[in-house]
């Protein structure tokens, strides 16, 4: 069965808080970093050691506040969200 089409992606305000729903997996190939979850992949312009840090943080069930991130974070989690991987609270 094919994985639906991503939503829309999410809107957030700085006083959100969010939490993974699914995994989320990130790999660093050819200089890139590729994120993927419920079977979507993207490619971001956040750090290795930022994108682990806050995909580290999801996927422990962490609350992540919006508005303690970067707008690259922020816009992970945008498009997390239109993946149905994070939810906010």
Request: charged share 25%; net charge negative; with cysteine.
């Amino acid at each position: 069965r094919p994985v639906p089409p991503p939503a829309r992606p999410g809107y957030f305000t700085d006083d959100d808080a969010v939490r993974s729903v699914e995994r989320v997996l990130w790999a660093e190939a050819a200089g890139r970093r590729l994120v993927a979850a419920c079977g979507h992949t993207l490619e971001t312009d956040l750090t290795a050691p930022e994108l682990s840090a806050i995909v580290g943080l999801l996927n422990a069930g962490e609350e992540v506040t919006v508005g303690e991130l970067t707008p690259p974070a922020r816009s992970l989690l945008s498009r997390l969200a239109g993946f149905r991987a994070v939810e906010r609270l």
